[in-house]
């Protein structure tokens, strides 16, 4: 058993995977062009489990990547010898303000589930992208241009908040 596997887990409410616990899914990319292993795999449970695994990362000199849908085809949602942060377990759909048309989501929610969820109120995100199995929070960690965003923006610009 590796040595800090007790110590991570004890830090967080979600769960932790050593190498022989991974899917072939943690290996690999959204191309299958690389494959790397991680030390583990992290699903968080809350955002507070995000933070504590960063602040964990850093005291022991480890790498963190996030790894949402994976779509990446370059090596940004794998890990080699570090901590790949599962973020698709952070999928929590919090709450709509149909009048704001405003809605609270973890960063792991599939912007498909987030349009579906949305249909009661008949309200639509302004931007999309093409591919609506990837990740809120993959998108916008890089700016999410969609056929909209000539009018619009990206969908970095239509967030009025982010948790950090």
């Not at 494959?35 to 449970?45: G, S």
């Not at 489990?49 to 850093?58: L, T, Y």
């Not at 973890?106 to 609506?132: A, C, E, I, Q, Y």
């Amino acid at each position: 058993m590796d040595r800090l596997y007790t110590p991570l887990q004890q830090r967080i409410a979600g769960k932790v995977y050593t190498p022989d616990q991974f899917l072939d899914e943690h290996r690999t990319n959204f191309g299958h062009i690389h494959y790397w292993t991680p030390r583990f795999v992290v699903e968080p449970e809350t955002t507070d489990d995000v933070v504590s695994v960063v602040r964990f990362a850093r005291e022991h000199g480890l790498y963190v990547s996030t790894r949402g849908s994976a779509h990446s085809q370059s090596e940004l949602a794998i890990s080699q010898g570090g901590i790949l942060l599962a973020m698709k377990s952070l999928r929590r759909i919090h709450s709509v303000d149909p009048e704001a048309c405003t809605a609270d989501v973890d960063g792991g929610v599939v912007w498909r589930d987030l349009v579906h969820h949305l249909k009661r109120w008949n309200l639509f995100p302004r931007v999309l992208t093409n591919n609506l199995g990837v990740t809120i929070g993959g998108t916008l960690s890089i700016a999410g241009i969609g056929v909209a965003s000539f009018k619009y923006g990206t969908q970095g610009d239509n967030v009025e908040e982010l948790e950090q």
